[in-house]
């Protein structure tokens, strides 16, 4: 009786991690029906143990046609990008990273700036004039600059804004979109943009 109990036990448990798996892939091919460029599936193998850096490792790489360079995201937002690829998988540096930045709008007023990472769970908007309109809950998404991220992916959410007396920038946090602690899939966006090696 025990045996079975245990039996029945673990083939649920199995039953709900396939029901998890199914909802965050359809989330995905709902994503992916919204963005006007070919991707790439892939799942998360590794995160980087480093405190120096903030990286993930993917299970597809450059005979699957993905590129250094290439944008990574999931139905949430923005990832990262590709840094280092290998035959079967892929380093991706996450946005989180302190090596991280791209050019960013504020959606409700159309301003631009830098989005840094910084280490930890946040990112910082940077180089925003003290003169300009920013609020907490402000939405910010990509804006297409550069060629990499697609314009207006969701990258993150304010939580902070800061004008000092003087200066001229004012000092904005972002709360990222991706729960990067429960990150299992993501979407590789193909561009011709993307490095060999």
Not at 9 to 16: A, D, G
Not at 34 to 62: C, D, H, L
Not at 71 to 86: D, F, H, N, P
């Amino acid at each position: 009786m025990q045996e079975e109990v245990h039996r029945l036990r673990h083939e649920n448990n199995e039953l709900r991690e396939s029901a998890l798996a199914v909802e965050r892939l359809r989330s995905l091919l709902r994503f992916k029906g919204q963005v006007p460029a070919p991707m790439i599936s892939a799942e998360v193998v590794a995160y980087s143990p480093s405190a120096w850096f903030r990286t993930i490792v993917i299970n597809k790489g450059q005979r699957d046609g993905v590129r250094k360079g290439m944008a990574t995201v999931t139905w949430e937002g923005v990832v990262g990008r590709i840094v280092r690829i290998a035959p079967h998988s892929s380093v991706v540096l996450l946005v989180l990273d302190r090596n991280s930045s791209m050019d960013v709008l504020v959606q409700r007023t159309r301003t631009r700036g830098i989005i840094e990472g910084e280490g930890g769970a946040l990112c910082y908007l940077r180089y925003v004039p003290r003169t300009e309109d920013i609020q907490i809950g402000d939405h910010i998404v990509t804006s297409g600059l550069g060629g990499i991220f697609p314009k207006g992916l969701s990258l993150g959410e304010v939580v902070m804004v800061e004008k000092q007396e003087y200066g001229l920038f004012q000092e904005v946090e972002v709360r990222p979109s991706v729960d990067f602690s429960r990150l299992e899939e993501v979407m590789v966006i193909v561009t011709s943009g993307g490095e060999e090696g």
